[in-house]
């Protein structure tokens, strides 16, 4: 490649840190969903700064800049959003979901001030703001599409079970969209949430209370490695969050010990690659970049062998691992009888 190619190679890369930016600004000023809205007739400039209460001069350099990063088609005039991208920001259903990854990934570098003095001391920051906690949770949504729409699929059993009826743990929760998403689908099942952050310890219970599903679920707050349940579940559950807690070794053990005779211990998670023939690919380029934010603050990714070697140190027994169409994978360990 030649230095000219490089350059465009390297400027095209800061054009996508300033697309980001655009992107996540359309999310959380609502431009993207009233363009949407707008359907094929779209909406010009100052209709669009009223709708979402701006102003008209940054709403215009807007649409400009998201006409220049092919996010709108905006011919001067009138600015409308093709459904197929309107899909991929805004519809958390769908495995496709990226607008949430969009807004934590912003949200996450407001917190950089600090990341070159990390790579020279190696400690971490102590904590992340309230900000940064509320901008996971739009990324865990897709991960509950991903378990509705691909991880029950695979599990057809788990699915069964819930029909059933069963007692389940979601370890280390969030702010409970899964535990609400869940209960929802599965009215028989009851369900514990377990989390240490105190801010989205708050943000579930209240979730938790305005979706009137307190008679089925309780939030508590604790470190996830001190958990004291004694086989009182039939299936504890880890959404992308087991190497996102301080001890994830305690944790497994702690969710274990948790579990029923016959339970289940279930683990989504993206796994790094395991070798650098890997590395040279799109979802690659977003993972190692995720991990260096995840080592910034005290945690880290793992390749799918680094979590087998999880459980290994937990003394579980070694989980079937399962590919996800979404690139996500699943980690299962039965309890005996």
């Known amino acids: 490649m030649s230095v000219d190619e490089r350059f465009d190679e390297l400027a095209a890369s800061i054009g996508g840190f300033y697309r980001s930016w655009v992107a996540y600004l359309g ?37 400009r800049a998201a006409n220049a990063h092919e996010l709108v088609d905006f011919d001067g005039s009138r600015a409308t959003l093709e459904e ?49 906690h509320r901008a996971i949770e739009k990324v865990t949504v897709q991960d509950i599409a ?32 899964w535990l609400i998403a869940v209960a929802r689908r599965f009215p028989a099942s009851r369900f514990v949430g377990v989390e240490f952050e105190p801010d989205s310890v708050a943000r579930a219970m209240r ?30 559950y880890f959404q992308d969050a087991l190497h996102e807690v301080p001890d994830p070794v305690g944790a497994l053990r702690a969710a274990w010990t948790a579990l029923a005779p016959k339970g289940r211990l279930l683990v989504l998670d993206w796994c790094l690659p395991s070798s650098v023939e890997e590395d040279r690919t799109l979802q690659s380029q977003l993972l190692w970049g995720i991990n260096i934010d995840e080592l910034y603050e005290g945690a880290r990714m793992y390749t799918r062998e680094g979590f087998v070697e999880l459980f290994r140190r937990a003394q579980l027994p070694e989980p079937t691992s399962i590919d996800l169409p979404s690139g996500a994978t699943l980690f299962l360990a039965l309890k005996a009888d």
């Open 27 to 63: 999310l959380e000023l609502g431009y993207f969903v009233q363009l949407r809205a707008a359907g094929r007739d779209g909406l010009a400039a100052d209709a669009l700064a009223a709708a979402t209460e701006c102003q008209p001069e940054p709403t215009t350099a807007w649409l």
């Open 207 to 236: 979730r938790v209370s305005k979706n009137g599903l307190d008679d089925r679920i309780s939030i508590q707050a604790r470190e996830i490695a001190e958990m004291a349940f004694r086989a009182e579940f039939d299936l504890a």
């Open 84 to 132: 197929d991208l309107a899909t991929v920001l805004l519809d958390d259903d769908r495995p496709e979901f990226l607008g949430g990854q969009v807004v934590s990934t912003v949200v996450a570098s407001l917190d950089y001030e600090r990341l070159v003095e990390f790579f020279h001391s190696g400690v971490p920051i102590a904590e992340r703001p309230p900000r940064f």
């Open 146 to 177: 991903v378990f509705f729409q691909e991880g029950l699929a695979a599990l057809p059993a788990v699915t069964d079970d819930l029909a059933r009826g069963i007692r389940v743990l979601d370890v280390a929760c969030g702010g409970g969209r």
